[in-house]
Each structure stands twice: as C-alpha cells, then as structure tokens.
C-alpha cells in the first residue's frame, strides 16, 4: 500500500479539518444544532428559478462558457452600483469576482504570506479565515476585542513588538461588522481609530463583510472601505447570505496591483468563478430582488436574535455570560469554568443539542470556555428548545 502520508507537503502536514465539520457528522436528526453558520433557506429568492431558466435561455453562450478570471464586467458594474450605497467607490479593475469569500481569504493568504510572516486578527476570529491562511504558515497575532471590537491599545502594542522583532506584518484581517463568531460589531471611534494606526505603520487592512446587510433596529456602521483614504483595504463580501451559499459568488474590492495577483493565483486555482452563478447573481441585483429581500430577512433574522437573547436570560445560570449582537448570525457565550469542546459529546448525545466550543476560533487555540451559537438557521421554538437543553448541559458540566 502507497504510505500517503509521506506524500504530502509540509504545507499540507498542518491542515487540519474544521471542528464544524467534524460536528456536522455526529449531528442527527433529533438534536438541535446551534453549530452552523446557516442562513435560514426561506430567504433563498424564489425568484432563482425564472432567474436561472431566464439566464440559460437567453445568456447561455456566455453564461454557459469559460469567462474571465477577473469575473462577468456587467457584474462588476451591478456591484459598483451596489457598493455606492455604503459609500464604496471601485472601478471594474479594482474587482474581482470570487468563488465565495473562502475563496479570497485563501487567494489574499497565498499571494502575500511567507513563512514566519506576522497577520494580525481579532482573538476569537473566523476559523476558516484561521485555516486559510495557516496553510501559508503566518505567525497569527491574536488582538483582545471588548464590547467595541479589537482593542486599539493592544493593537498598536503587538504592531510595535512586531517590527522590533524584525517581523514583516503583511496584514491585519478583521470583521468589523457583526463579526463570526462573536457578533460584535466594531465602533465608529474604533473604526477610525485602526485607519489610523494602518496609515501611521503603513499596513494593509483585509475587511471581511459577510454580514452588514443584517444590521437590525435601523442602526448602520459604515465599512471601513468607505474610509479608506489611501487605498489600504482590501475588502472583501459575498452573496451567500444575500441570495444564498450555494451560488458560491463573492467579490474582493482593492488596490488595483493587489487584484491583478489575485486574478494571477485565482487562474491557477479555478480559471473564473462559476459564469452561471456569475450570471444568476447579476440578474438577481438587476431586478432589485435583493434589494427587496433585504428588509425581510432582516426582520426574520432580528426575530430569532431577540428569542436567542431572550432564552438566554430565562435558562442560563449566573455563570453564563454572552454577546448582544446588533446583528448578523452569532451569539458568542462564554461559562466560567466549563471546557466547551470536552462539553460538547455531552451536549450532543445527552442533551441533543450542538453548538461550535470557542477553542478554534482563538489563533493559538487557549481559551476553552466559549462557544459560538447560531440563530438564523434554526426556528424560534427550535432556538428555545435549543438554548433549554444547553443550559441543562451546562449546569451538569458546572456540577462535576
Ligand atoms: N468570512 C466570514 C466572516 C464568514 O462568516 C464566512 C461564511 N461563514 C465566509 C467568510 C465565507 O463565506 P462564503 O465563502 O460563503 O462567501
């Protein structure tokens, strides 16, 4: 038999499978999950199907054909048109269309970071942010967040101890908005602040803003792209909370060299995103679907927010503590003196429950005593049920 494991790269050696994943595979039918990062499929347009049929019969020679790497011009031009409203300005060379936003992470990771290269993030971040660019092999330099998002201090701190170690910082990564996994949405004082500290130590900033469109009670915060003066963020969204996560359609805003290397990796990878998807979520902005979806999820997702919250007040015991997003998808929670992934096989096959333990969302992977919980995918009874089982599964864990 071939020994594999001698094949792989060193690169290779230190992937390693999403927690969530692993989870999904022991979720059964009877237990709640908490764990995704689902939308809620009645969001998915019903339009889709005209839209689809519409697109073959009548685009097919070009949504149907090999296209550019860079992505279909009439969908950047739709997007240029979308992205004004937050104050986005981009010309068509300044974007490149991707599958998904995973795949940009990957794609800005594989283009910019050399071994032993610092990337900063927020501590807890994204995990698969986390696993794309560890397979560049970063040293991730973790900064501590508050009720505002990343500390500033501490910011400049470690960019400080940076440089004197001599380390070369190829970005700072962050979520400013209704961040994965704690749902903390970053202040203007602090969104101005960290433009700041980039232009003062000449850093590239990666924005990741999958979830602004899911600001509920008529609050908005601006992206940090709309601030940017000296052309220093690369910012980055997706369709896939907007229309759904199975076109695998999103986009990357930046400095026009920046996104010719992107376009030169994206070719080795994958030629182009999907021209169908491409064409799909064309017609879906040209039409105004997503613009009138938008209220209603929107309400659909503030429902289940304000249930979660609510089933947290009434069954957590006083050890729990836990976020309280302005939107998005996430819950952060955190119980004093509980190891959350060793909680978990308990949770699951007691208590039926199952929610993401905190640990892989930390860099280092050294804080034990959080979790991520969903809201959007599962049903307001559901998230009730969910959060009652999960506070039996704690106070059992509290009680050992
Ligand atoms: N970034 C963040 C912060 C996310 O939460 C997600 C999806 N869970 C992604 C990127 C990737 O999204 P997609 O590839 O579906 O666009």
Known sequence: MMEVKSLLSERTQFMKASDIRELLKWVTEDVISLGGGMPDPSTFPKELADIARDVIATKGSSALQYGKTEG??????????????????????????????????????RITIDAGNVVITERPTYLAALQAFKAYRPNIVGIDMDSEGMVMDKLEEAVKKSISDGRRIKFIYVIPTCQNPTGISMSIDRRKHLMELASKYDLLIVEDNPYSYFLFDGIYVPPLKSMDYENRVVYMSTFSKIIAPGIRVGW?????????????????VDLHTSTLSQYIALEALRRGII??????????????????LDALAKYMPEQVTWTRPIGGMFVWASVNG??????????????????????SFYPAEDVHTS?????????????????????NAIRDELKR
């Open 72 to 109: 279909v011009d009439e969908l950047k031009d739709e997007l240029i048109r979308f992205m004004a409203k937050d104050g986005i300005k981009a010309d068509r060379d300044e974007i490149i269309i991707t599958t998904g936003s995973q795949e940009a992470l990957d794609l800005v990771g």
């Open 252 to 268: 990357v805003v930046g400095n026009r060299e920046l996104i010719r290397w992107i376009a030169m990796a994206k070719q080795a």
């Open 291 to 308: 613009e009138r979806n938008l209220p209603r999820i929107r309400e659909v997702y503030k429902v289940k927010r304000d249930a979660m």
């Open 338 to 359: 509980v190891r959350t992934e060793d909680m978990l096989p308990v949770a699951v096959s007691k208590y039926k429950v199952a929610y993401v333990p905190g640990k």
């Open 371 to 391: 979790m991520r919980l969903n809201f959007t995918y599962p049903s307001v009874d559901m998230i009730y049920e969910g959060i009652r089982r999960l506070s």
